[in-house]
Nanobody
Framework: QVQLVESGGGLVQPGESLRLSCTIS????????MGWYRQAPGNERELVAS???????NYADSVKGRFTISRDYAKNTVWLQMNSLKPEDTAVYYC??????????WGQGTQVTVSS
């Protein structure tokens, strides 16, 4: 079955960096674009970065210039490099398909907390 596993979150101070990793089981990884979503308490889940099958990328305005998404087909892995982190980036981060997430296969996510 499809399984999405996120890791790499943690507690950092403003301006610091983190790199998140997502591994995806099965062949579905090779036929879908992938994205990183985040959700903070009281907020809707939002898509912050995405990458297509051709490795083309898109970013939400709030993270543009600071975050970089990449994928490795051989490793069934998607990364999110997060630089210049801000308190507003605090959220649980999830990976899933784009443009439509696989609604039955959300992982546990990984917590990112940015605080001084």
């Amino acid at each position: 079955q499809v399984q999405l596993v996120e890791s790499g979150g943690g507690l950092v101070q403003p301006g610091e960096s983190l790199r998140l990793s997502c591994t995806i089981s099965g062949q579905i990884f090779s036929i879908l674009g992938m994205g990183w979503y985040r959700q903070a308490p009281g907020n809707e889940r939002e898509l912050v970065a995405s990458i297509g099958l051709d490795r083309s990328t898109n970013y939400a305005d709030s993270v543009k210039g600071r975050f970089t998404i990449s994928r490795d087909y051989a490793k069934n892995t998607v990364w999110l490099q997060m630089n210049s982190l801000k308190p507003e980036d605090t959220a649980v981060y999830y990976c899933n398909a784009i443009p439509n997430p696989l609604s039955r296969h959300w992982g546990q996510g990984t917590q990112v907390t940015v605080s001084s």
